[in-house]
């Protein structure tokens, strides 16, 4: 049988092929799952700034910050009216799984002209005809919260020429849909509250992944990392001979163990 001190004559017997692959690929697997948790702290962060920013008292427009970092989800009153007649729907918003589109329309301060999200609502999913938004309610004045878009704007594409309103489009481009417009809008839209008289559907998703599933995307190539490194060790170094005399001692001591209770007997 082994000895410890032979069990611990481990050395490397290096298979090159595997040994370049683990090499590779263990630092790209750890650096992808110390990224997916730097992701699930930006989003804890966000999640945190956005209920800070929820707390805040509605404000004017002229009283928000310049600094659209400083801008994101800030609570917003606006005096005015819609131009119900220039309604935007932004194209394939996706709710429980039915097609559908958010509403947006222009609302006029007399200063600005700010584009108002009111929500989503259900669509034709074979997309036969433009959902019709119901008529708003009477208002002069709604809360909301700021929207700035994280990244860079989408265009819009092709735009139709024979002016139909309301609108499809397929992203929210600000500067785009003011030229549709015919004059300059607020550079953000608003995305109004629940509980306004006007809104629809009025939830959106604070982030597109919550930090929980970050973490076990992160938990998932720390994993893989690991195996692989097990799998690498097992491959370049003397572990799997020393297994292999460990087994066949352990055999051969059984053996030898039954040799000797037949010869001796009950």
């Known amino acids: 049988m082994s000895t410890p001190e032979q069990l611990l004559r481990l050395r490397w017997d290096i298979e090159w092929r595997s040994a370049v692959f683990v090499a590779l690929l263990v630092p790209v697997f750890i650096s992808l799952g110390l990224w997916q948790l730097s992701r699930a702290d930006e989003k804890r962060a966000i999640a945190a700034q956005y209920e800070a920013r929820r707390q805040l008292a509605p404000v004017p427009l002229s009283a928000l910050p310049l600094q659209p970092a400083d801008l994101a989800h800030r609570r917003v009153t606006l005096r005015g009216a819609f131009i119900s007649e220039r309604t935007f729907l932004l194209d394939n918003r996706i709710r429980d799984g039915r097609y559908g589109v958010e509403v947006v329309t222009p609302f006029d301060t ?24 119901p008529p708003l309610a009477p208002v002069n004045e709604i809360t909301g919260s700021v929207y700035v878009q994280p990244g860079e704007s989408y265009t819009l594409g092709a735009i139709d020429s024979d002016n139909r309103w309301p609108r499809l489009v397929q992203a929210l481009d600000v500067e785009a849909m003011g030229e549709l417009l015919g004059q300059p809008v607020w550079p953000y ?44 060790l097992w491959r370049n170094t003397t572990l799997p001979a020393l297994w292999r005399q460990r087994r066949s001692d352990l055999r051969h001591a059984e053996a030898t163990a039954a040799t000797v209770e037949e010869k001796t007997g009950p």
């Open 189 to 232: 839209s608003v995305r109004v509250d629940l509980e306004s008289p006007v809104a629809l559907v009025a939830e959106w998703a604070l982030v597109n992944m919550r930090p929980e599933k970050h973490g076990a995307y992160a938990l998932q190539w720390f994993a893989m990392a690991f195996t692989l490194l097990v799998i690498g």
């Open 110 to 133: 007399g200063q600005h002209v700010v584009l108002v999200n009111l929500g989503w609502m259900e669509g034709d999913q074979f997309r036969r005809s433009l959902p019709a938004p």
